[in-house]
């Protein structure tokens, strides 16, 4: 069975800085890639980056672009997301989750929620104005 535990969120003003962390376990972490999504209140859920198995891969929304970035390391079983200069939009529920086929690529799958199969329980994110 495949666990998914992220950790990290909190409360931080706006321009600071946040990293997230998600420790997998149940299966080969290193055969799958991994990816990030969000979910404001009232809102749907939405990608926010991803990564390929080997992490030589990265993807991002256009709106995180440039602040935040997604790593992994395959040793320690664990895909983080170095958020920096966060802003009030950022507020959300972030989520990592795990591609249900292994060895796979490519921006336009790897963005979308059904490309997962298994996802965390969810770690919440604030920012203050």
């Known amino acids: 069975q495949v666990q998914l535990v992220e950790s990290g969120g909190g409360l931080v003003q706006a321009g600071g800085s946040l990293r997230l962390s998600c420790a997998a376990s149940?299966?080969?972490?290193?055969?799958?890639?991994m990816g990030w999504f969000r979910q404001a209140p009232g809102k749907e859920r939405e990608f926010v980056a991803a990564?390929?198995?080997?992490?030589?891969?990265?993807y991002y929304a256009d709106s995180v672009k440039g602040r935040f970035t997604i790593s992994r390391d395959n040793v320690k079983n664990t895909v983080y997301l170095q958020m920096n200069s966060l802003k009030p939009e950022d507020t959300a529920v972030y989520y990592c989750?795990?591609?249900?086929?292994?060895?796979?690529?490519?921006?336009?799958?790897?963005?979308?929620?059904?490309?997962?199969?298994?996802w965390g329980q969810g770690t919440q994110v604030t920012v203050s104005s």
């Open positions: 149940g299966r080969t972490f290193s055969a799958y890639a």
């Open positions: 989750a795990q591609d249900r086929t292994p060895h796979e690529a490519g921006s336009s799958r790897l963005s979308l929620a059904r490309t997962y199969d298994y």
């Open positions: 990564i390929n198995w080997s992490g030589g891969l990265t």
